[in-house]
């Protein structure tokens, strides 16, 4: 079936992916790329695709009902589909300021939802995180029946956006996915989070902030294989369920930072342990089974193969990563881990 879909947030990390995703994989759909370019939107995530008719990009904002109405007016007349991935995404900045989150996450999502219903789109899936279930102990794993227990304002604000989400479907029967995935790593991620990060660090022999003790753990994915999963939820899913994506594969931070820097050859002299962060979930884990189990998803991607793909894909790619390291990023740079 030929598809329209307004795609939010899609000059970001996983939405750029999720959109050459589309064009390699579904090549006579149609994208329509809605993207506020915020710090962390880079339309060069896109470039290659600059000239595809099938793809086109309207600026805007989630939280402001003019400007969506804009974004479904780009969609024409057709069925269309909405992959909601903008989002605040960074849980350092929430703690340095949680309204930013509460606007694009929590109200942007709310009128995404009401302009979805009055277009009347046929299914609505909402990108939401592991994290909206807070922390875990040394064992067990987070299922879709896990009750939401957020610790960071990021995680907050998306929990809020998966309760108006649920409220949409169980008040108005509207058709609407949520998936929960945990960490993603891969290609076109802004290097504020740990991976690109310690990439970025490395190569420049600069110091690898490290977090309280390093043991926290998360569940790393490699960004197609979340990308995969969406698709899947949005061909296969059934209405108003939630669908949690991993890959099983937990590692603590320290085993990750370690892992680049031999990858890199590089002295692990650079390791610097900084303050925690407030409030610091220690592990994530997720429990994929029910997608697995009812839609048939399953990563293709191992840890060893993705890993060494993500950092020969930023070393094959430093015009891009220093174009993203702007003023404004070294700027919050500053404010986070100080000089
Ligand atoms: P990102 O920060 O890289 O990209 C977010 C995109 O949304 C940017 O292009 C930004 O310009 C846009 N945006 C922000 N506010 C907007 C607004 N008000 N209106 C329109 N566009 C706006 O984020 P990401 O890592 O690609 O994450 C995408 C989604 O996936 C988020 O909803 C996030 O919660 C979720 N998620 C991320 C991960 C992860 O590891 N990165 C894991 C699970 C879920
Ligand atoms: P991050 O990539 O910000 O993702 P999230 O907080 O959403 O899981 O961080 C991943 C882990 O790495 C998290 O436990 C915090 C830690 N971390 C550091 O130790 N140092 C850093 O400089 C960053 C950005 C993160």
Redesign the pocket.
Known sequence: MTRTLLV??????????FIHMIVEDRPDWKVVN?????????LENLASLESNPNVTFVQ?????PD?VQRGFDACGDGPVSVI???????VDRSILGGL?FV???VL?TQVMLDAARARKTERFVH?????VYGSLGATGFFTEETDLDPSSP?SAS?AG?DMLVQAAHRTHGFETLT???????GP???PE?LIPLIIANAREDKPLPVYGDGMQIRDW?Y?RD?CEAILTVLEKGTSGEVYN?GGHNEYPNIDIVKAILSALDKPESLITYVKDRPGHDRRYAIDASKIERELGWKPRWTFEQALPATIEWYLANDEWSQGVRSGAYRDYLKTQYGS
Do not use: M, W
């Not at 947030?9 to 992916?17: E, R, V």
């Open positions: 939010t947030g899609g000059a970001g990390f996983i939405g750029s992916n809605f993207d506020a370019l915020t710090y962390a939107g880079n805007g904002d989630c939280a402001e400007d909601h991935f903008a989002a605040e995404s960074h930013p606007r694009a996450n942007g990108v939401s995180t592991d994290e990021y998306k956006s998936t929960r995935c945990s960490n993603n790593y076109y991620q802004f989070k994915l960004v979340h994506i």
